[in-house]
């Protein structure tokens, strides 16, 4: 008896019918790394002059600025609200590039007129005017580990180290052929960079060398829009084209990987980091991040070797520029427009933030009373608490909506069922219907025993829905069943008879699409199979 009751409980159990072919969607469903960057919060910065040719974040991540060159001024802004803080304008022509010293308290920019100057980010006093390129300097970077010393390039293919306190120049380093547009400096020693120039090369130097002659050269084939070092210090990434190339100085000068994704010029490169899972534990992930004159940023993941995001902006992008402390990104375009981007933080983020501010360390939750039996609120207690990471939830089974024909499909009222389907909207239910009695080998027997009212229902259903790829297999057999079983009752109405003739009027439209369909593939497959061979 046992037994039979666990039968007939298994037996009762009953699911909504689902058809079995679903449409898949066009638009495939995000990845975790495309959520993370979707998340930054976009914020435009209108109504500047012209190009942002340069955007430079300041690496003291507790100053929140970043710095936008633009026209014949740089302007620099807050990466939390992206409003205007200040602008320096001690320029005679436009501005080329901006970077920031080590420790953030200044900033060096350089113009078309080949000068470089050095102002203080609070007061914005020019305090070194270097002048000794004789034309456009393109470039001006901090070291990393090096407050003394700059370094500088233009189209007069000279690479200059500067001394910063003595404003001059310690080297006049010679090699390229052509423009020097672009440079990095190591993150690991203070003595090295690399430059980057419209002779297709990219040249190491040392400062050390007493021969003032690069220590490695690498050739990315296309004129060098930009340059950088990767956060090891033994690679380095170049811009040209429409392709960014990494390479492994530590192998000398071997390339690793191509990236070709951009459909034109790549204009941009820097490194952005992303909290990501490895070994179950959540550690920094680098990324490079290139923005190009397609409109297109590309998010690279360089450790797997493939793009992980893609973001479309309205204008071409000249220059991208991440903050230290992974909260905000700014990309510049020619038009005058900064695209800023904000993450939002969560809670546990903002009350640590907002103790350090104070000087007071991370701001912690008062501690609740203990609970005591002789409380009220010792009975209630845990009513409204959330569940914690560790706790093991228990959940409880959702009830199961049963549709009407549902119910009557659980009571083996198979016709009705069916015409409780085709009554509603839904033909992806009408199909699910049709599976079910087909499993239970009812859908014959329920056709027989349809009225002619029933059975318009259901011409009309198999004239809109037949001819539709995914549900032809079942539809279209079973039309011509019903064609075969209710032959009489069709020639006994005229309104059956309309059914079948726009029925067959929709089969001919399908089948000529087809035939046109075949003769299209015939004219394209060889010319696919000529472009597959170059």
């Not at 220590?215 to 930009?226: A, Q, Y």
């Not at 009554?423 to 079910?436: F, I, L, R």
Request: net charge positive; hydrophobic share 35%.
């Amino acid at each position: 008896m046992a037994d039979q009751h666990q039968q007939n409980t298994t037996l009762s159990k009953i699911f909504p019918v689902k058809p079995k072919l679903k449409p898949k969607s066009r638009t495939p469903s995000k990845s975790p790394e495309s959520k993370y960057w979707s998340s930054f919060k976009s914020h435009e910065i209108q109504n500047l002059i012209s190009s942002i040719p340069s955007i430079s974040f300041s690496p003291v991540s507790s100053s929140h600025l970043f710095a936008a060159a633009n026209s014949t001024s740089l302007t620099l802004f807050s990466s939390q609200s992206f409003s205007p803080t200040s602008s320096i304008s001690s320029f005679s022509d436009v501005v080329t590039c901006c970077s920031f010293r080590s420790d953030g308290s200044l900033i060096a920019a350089c113009d078309l007129s080949g000068l470089v100057q050095v102002f203080d980010v609070k007061t914005r006093t020019p305090l070194r005017r270097l002048r000794s390129h004789t034309r456009p300097a393109r470039f001006v970077k901090y070291p990393a580990l090096d407050k003394l010393h700059l370094v500088s390039g233009g189209d007069d293919t000279v690479v200059k180290y500067w001394d910063v306190a003595g404003e001059s120049v310690v080297l006049d380093l010679l090699g390229h052929k052509d423009y020097v547009r672009c440079g990095d400096c190591s993150p690991v020693n203070a003595e090295m960079f690399v430059t980057g120039s419209y002779d297709h090369t990219v040249k190491l130097w040392d400062v050390r060398v007493e021969s003032k002659k690069s220590v490695m050269e690498v050739n990315h084939g296309k004129p060098i829009e930009d340059v950088m070092f990767l956060p090891s210090g033994g690679m380095i990434a170049t811009a040209g084209g429409n392709t960014v190339k990494i390479w492994d100085l530590i192998g000398g000068g071997k390339m690793v990987y191509s990236l070709e994704s951009h459909n034109k010029t790549v204009t941009s490169i820097c490194v952005g980091k992303i909290m990501g899972q490895e070994n179950g534990e959540e550690t920094m992930q680098n990324r490079i991040m290139s923005v190009g004159l397609d409109g297109y940023m590309k998010v690279f993941d360089y450790a797997k070797m493939k793009v992980t995001h893609s973001m479309r902006f309205p204008a071409p992008l000249m220059s991208i520029g991440f903050s230290q402390d992974c909260m905000a990104r700014a990309i510049g375009t020619s038009n005058g427009i900064i695209f800023g981007g904000k993450r939002k933080m969560k809670e546990k983020e903002e009350k640590t933030e907002l103790g350090d501010f104070l000087g007071l360390g991370s701001v912690e939750e008062p501690q609740r009373r203990i609970l005591k039996p002789t409380y009220f609120r010792y009975f209630h207690r845990s009513q409204g608490e959330k569940p914690n990471e560790g706790d093991y939830l228990i959940m409880r089974s959702k009830k199961v909506k049963l549709a009407e024909h549902d119910k009557l499909l659980k009571k083996f009222r198979h016709k009705e069922a069916l015409v409780s389907a085709l009554t509603g909207k839904n033909p992806e239910n009408v199909v699910a219907v049709m599976e079910e009695l087909v499993a239970r080998r009812k859908l014959l027997k329920c056709v027989s025993n349809l009225d002619k009212e029933e059975l318009g229902l259901l011409l009309g259903f198999l004239h809109k829905y037949s001819t539709m790829p995914r549900h032809s297999g079942l539809l279209m057999g079973l039309t011509r069943k019903v064609i075969e079983m209710r032959a009489d009752d069709i020639r006994g109405s005229d309104a059956l008879k309309d059914h079948i003739r726009n029925l067959k009027r929709s089969v001919e439209e399908e089948i000529r699409i087809q035939q046109s369909l075949q003769e299209i593939q015939g004219i394209i497959s060889p010319l696919l199979r000529i472009a597959g061979r170059r």
